[in-house]
């Protein structure tokens, strides 16, 4: 019997040390994606829409192993626009998520980060960043997005020059925000205030407010000023900041 005993607590024990051995390498990889995503957050954040050139882009793309793309319109005041784009995660752990879900809780969040820039005329009119991860509770998911683009004729549906749209869409927790070269630079320095450190955190990232937590804020004190009511999930949740 206490040969038996002694054999199972060697087994759990090996058990135990290989499930650690696993998640050291799933946070490693994870780690890394993340710092390749934070990365290229900075390089879009160094480019000016209207002033940034077509060479600026591609050395970005080049670098990160982006791809060239087909002529794109409404995104820009022309019509046409050529497209570029990047994509950062991390392919083989999300499809490991997807076969073993279980280990997902433990620190292997299905995830991925991708640019997009539009060039006419040979500088950049349009870029964004955004961040979309898939939650481990059925097909709910979380997405962080900023735009920087041109500025636009005054007309109803136009953005204006800090726009924030946040709700939920079809099992989607979002944020959105557009910025223009009308904003200022708090504005821009809020929009692109993308906090990526919730990856490689226990639970992944649940909330919008937690990749935008400048933007959260800001949506915080529009809502206040203008007397709408916000998401009482983000509003009661500890990870969200809240307004003093």
């Not at 780690?31 to 290229?40: G, I, V």
């Not at 050529?82 to 879900?101: A, I, Q, W, Y």
């Amino acid at each position: 019997m206490k040969r038996i005993a002694k054999s199972a607590l060697w087994t759990l024990g090996a058990l135990v040390l290989l499930l650690v051995a696993v998640e050291s390498l799933v946070f490693i990889l994870t780690l890394r994606s993340q710092r390749k995503a934070e990365a290229l957050l900075r390089e879009v954040r160094g480019l000016s829409v209207g002033e940034s050139s077509e060479e600026d882009v591609l050395s970005i793309v080049r670098r990160y192993g982006g791809e060239n793309g087909s002529t794109a319109s409404g995104y820009c005041s022309a019509i046409g626009g050529e497209t570029h784009s990047v994509g950062v995660s991390n392919n083989f752990l999300n499809r490991l998520g997807v076969k073993m879900p279980l280990l997902r809780p433990f620190g292997n969040p299905f995830w991925r980060v991708n640019a997009t820039f539009v060039i006419q005329n040979g500088l950049l009119c349009f870029a964004s960043y955004d961040y979309e991860g898939f939650l481990g509770d059925g097909d709910w998911s979380v997405s962080a997005d900023v735009y920087s683009r041109q500025s636009f004729p005054k007309y109803p549906d136009a953005p204006e020059a800090y726009e924030i749209l946040a709700g939920t869409f079809r099992h989607d927790r979002s944020f959105r925000t557009t910025v223009t070269p009308d904003a200022t630079a708090e504005q821009r320095e809020h929009a692109f205030d993308l906090d990526l450190s919730c990856i490689t955190r226990f639970g992944e990232c649940r909330q919008p407010c937690e990749l935008m937590p400048s933007v959260w804020l800001d949506d915080q004190r529009i809502a206040r000023e203008r007397g709408l009511s916000l998401p009482s999930d983000e509003i009661n949740d500890p990870r969200c900041k809240k307004l003093p």
